[in-house]
């Protein structure tokens, strides 16, 4: 079935106004809120069914159990380049299951994902930017680098 509330946690408003955009029902700027108690808030104070974790950074783990709630599911999608602290006798005592993905099976993944793009304005949506492969150090790396990217972008060797 379809979700209902559909929750976007972001550091960077414009990010947050794209997951808008795409569906998100609600943004939180976890710069300015504690994520666990935002998404409590917003689910009356129980807490997410599902959380899915794309940033890699240390503490995402622990903030998305934090947030789901009694017998919820946190699937970490973000890749943790250390080993990471989780509190596992509060994931014991309120069933949240821990569950791990790479985000896509290209060979069942791909095909409809592309499909969506074509029949759909996702694309403009969440393109940042097309840029030539000569621009990829400064349009493209640096740019990430720097914070200067609010979306996806797509390189086209043709540029």
Request: net charge negative; proline share 6%; glycine share 10%.
């Amino acid at each position: 079935g379809e979700a209902g509330r559909v929750i976007a946690v972001d550091v960077d408003p414009a990010r947050l106004e794209i997951a808008r955009a795409v569906g998100a029902t609600d943004a939180v700027d976890a710069r300015a809120a504690d994520v666990p108690a935002a998404v409590r808030a917003l689910t009356g104070g129980d807490g997410a069914h599902a959380v899915v974790e794309c940033t890699g950074i240390p503490s995402g783990p622990p903030t998305a159990a934090a947030a789901a709630r009694r017998g919820g599911t946190v699937v970490v999608v973000g890749l943790q380049t250390a080993p990471v602290e989780l509190d596992l006798l509060d994931r014991a005592l309120r069933e949240v299951d821990l569950r791990t993905s790479l985000a896509h099976v290209l060979a069942e993944d791909l095909e409809p994902a592309l499909r969506r793009l074509a029949e759909t304005d996702l694309a403009a949506t969440v393109i940042d930017r097309v840029i030539g492969l000569d621009r990829l150090v400064p349009d493209g790396l640096e740019a990430l680098a720097d914070g200067r990217v609010h979306g996806k972008i797509v390189v086209d060797p043709s540029r």
